[in-house]
């Protein structure tokens, strides 16, 4: 628990982590087999406050005897977001973290963090408060976002951190003003990782992931413009450039072509 939200009063209602999904205040994001995600308001500290709450179902026998050598998915969570903070990347604030065992294996597991006020996913800002701008006004605003969204790539990588799905649904964008710059924030962190050295092979994957997602919203040269800023500071060659953006667009269309053939055999059976 965050120190702040440590009252006995607030450690019960928490701790009942299931319950609060059937809550009046319960709005569910995301309900999978393995997470389920909901935006919930509830009384702590005595105020009204907006949180985010994460479940991470134990959803198979294999699962729950893994959890015996492996951190429960919140847990792991909580480590990823340590690893953002050391490096000066920001995420949403963590509350609390919460395990139900059964034979000293994880059943499940609950994530809890602060709402971030006025925050949009990345594709979304882009189509509606970016995409619609007019003029050379316009092109100077949607080219200092992706700088920006670039240069948050470039510390992530270059800090040695890899976050297993960066796709534009777990960057978040709170947007600026003439005094502030778009400010970035990461989500799903149970996939985060830092290593001494980050290859060039996960560099490129998260570079994929963002493509694929994000890349939908955007034109080639706009895609282009992102990718020079994101390598501007490492290469000077361009022909490893080229290479890098030729091995980006490879391997999303065979990502693309999987998915598509995977949705087409679901569909005949």
């Given amino acids: 628990m965050a120190q702040e939200y440590a009252a006995p009063s607030d450690v019960a209602l928490l701790a009942d982590a299931d ?3 059937e809550g009046p205040g319960c709005e569910i994001i995301k309900d999978q087999r393995k997470i389920r995600v909901a935006r919930i308001r509830i009384n702590l500290c ?9 479940r991470y179902n134990a959803f198979s026998w294999r699962v729950q005897l893994g959890s015996l050598f492996r951190d429960s998915g919140a847990v792991r969570a909580l480590r990823g977001v ?7 990347i920001a995420t949403a604030k963590p509350v609390a ?9 994880v059943t499940k597991s609950f994530f809890f963090t602060e709402e971030i006020p006025r925050g949009k996913t990345v594709d979304v800002f882009w189509r509606d408060d970016l995409s619609a701008l007019a003029g050379q006004a316009g092109l100077r605003r949607r080219r200092g976002f992706l700088r920006a ?5 470039e510390s992530l990588h270059g800090q040695g951190i890899y976050h297993g799905d960066l796709k534009d649904a777990n960057i978040l964008v709170v947007p600026g003003t003439d005094a502030r710059a778009d400010c970035f924030f990461l989500l799903d962190l149970e996939g985060v990782r830092k290593y001494h050295r980050l290859s060039d092979r996960r560099r490129i994957k998260n570079l994929v992931q963002l493509n ?16 020079a800023r994101y390598m501007s500071s490492r290469f000077d060659d361009r022909r490893r450039k080229r290479l ?11 990502l693309d072509r999987k998915k598509l053939a995977a949705k087409k055999a679901t569909a005949t059976l």
Avoid: C, P
């Fill in 244 to 254: 890098w953006s030729a091995a980006i667009l490879r391997r999303s269309q065979s």
């Fill in 212 to 227: 694929r997602t994000f890349g939908r919203h955007v034109r080639r040269t706009e895609k282009l413009y992102f990718l």
């Fill in 46 to 54: 005595g105020e009204a406050r907006t949180l985010y709450l994460k």
């Fill in 19 to 21: 319950r609060l999904f």
């Fill in 149 to 153: 969204l670039a240069s948050l790539f």
């Fill in 97 to 105: 973290v919460v395990e139900s065992r059964s034979w000293r294996m």
């Fill in 82 to 88: 340590a690893v953002l903070q050391n490096a000066g």
